[in-house]
């Protein structure tokens, strides 16, 4: 699995570029093919090299998406493009429309393309949610790499300012976030959903620069992720100006899981000393016993 | 099927369906060769009837040859399309007005009705227009029409028009579908590029038609069904082994799902798909224009 390296944190960042782009594709198309105009047009092959069986599934592998994207653009504009503005438009009618079909074909009209284009998105109102999910990673991302100020922090304030940073990206729609919670968690769109708040979960930790290798990469992330989760849902029912009792929750959740660390690291040592403790009270013992 | 197919053979079917042989047809279709001795409007609505009857032998054919499976593949052909209210939508080849009167009910229906209400700000007017060949196909369509309620439904538009040269303006048009007629155009890229033309941009094109198998044991039944079994339900329902046999081979020279996606490339749509049904009986291709 990947550790912090610098190559797999690069790695991670291309996946999350090339889905931004390419976010209203699912990695998840099912029986259907789609056409790249950048495979060999003298054989005429019934699938394109890079599909697996017919029997399976037809779905287009990442990289043949940027494949495509790289050599398959025309005069004009791409359409990933073109869905990328659609999509950002729409946002613009999240809050009075919310995560709907109706948001995006105003985008698309606001964007001055016709709402057809609106049928083109495989799983519609995910293609919405899952876009600004991106779009916050990206921001999130930038905000990062031009913050000088993270060096000086604690761990555990480093951690709660970054999760700070991702939920108040959330904070302009949030009467209509539960909605985007139900979109998620919806069968077709949990894949999605779950891998871009693992990477982003793991965003938050290379920024955060632990050094420290007591607990398991997995266990960070989860943690972590446990507590993005309910910070995100405690948000929803705040009411307090400018967030301030959805920060409160935050911080004391990173301070519990630190003081929980701390705690079951002096609980595993007391354990020791009991068990050796123990263990020479009973030598001590049986020897007085058979000394007798 | 089978039992109905004996029902046929025992009882001959001259009784239960009229026989038409090919001959008849061509004549029907200059109809001003004819005469009934009638005065000329009542010839035409001989015609027309004519035409009717000769219609709803197809939709017989239709339904025995794909067991009724050509409905679903029109619904989702429309579903696939995802119309909205406000839409300017062009079907051409479909005189008989199946995929148009889907689009219809899907804009007509409930929860559409609440989208109009939410976009009823822009006051776009749903226009649908049926393009086809024959003028006749398109008054079976308007009789249609009439009888399933859209009569006085102010969307619709029959245009008498050919697919290689279309009538409409450049970038008109938010939706293009075309069901089970791009095998009969004669140039297939002159028709993929009047489909370019004539659509807006972010304007979707979607062709419903049957293409190639290539699954391994699947094709051999397929192969089997086609040329053994359909020219002669073709010969027993509608009394034409001939037509049906020239389908089949038609099916077979037509291009297969990727070739046919790189011409609709090649007219310049981006985002090129194919959906396959049934294993590839059936394939919907989508494209894009930007």
Redesign the interface.
Known sequence: MLKSSPAARRLLAGIVSSRRIGSPFSLLQL?????D?ASN?ST?????PALPT??TS?SRENDGEAHRRST?K?E????QE?QAR?LRAALSHVPR?GWS??AM??G??DA?????????FPR?EAALVEFFMDDCLQKLIDRIDSDMELDKLILSDRLSKLTRTRLEMQAPYISKWPQALSIQAQPANLPTSFKQRAVMIDEIWHAARDQGSDVDWYVKRTVLGGIYSTSEVYMLTDHSPGFRDTWNFLEHRIKDAFDLQKTIQEATYLAEAVGAGLGNSMQGFMKRMFQK | MMMMMMALLRSGSSKILPRYQPSILPRFLHSHATSFGFKQDEKSKLVVNVFSTVASTYDLMNDLISTSLHRLWKDRLVSLLHPFAGMKHLDVAGGKGDVAFRVLERMNSVSNKALQERLADTEEVTKIFVCDINPNMLNVGKKRAIERGFGEDRSLHWVEGDAEALSFADGSMDGYTIAFRIRNVTHIEKALSEAYRVLKRGGRFLCLELSHVELPVFKQIYDYYSFSIIPAMGELVAGDRASYQYLVESIRRFPNQETFARMIFDAGFQKVEYDNLVGGVVAIHSGLKL
């Open positions: 029986s259907t093919a789609a056409f105009p047009p005429h092959q019934d699938q394109p017919p029997e037809r398959g025309r004009g504009v791409s359409y073109e659609v429309l079909e109706t074909i105003l698309a009209k001055g393309i016709s709402p057809s284009i609106v049928g083109s519609k």
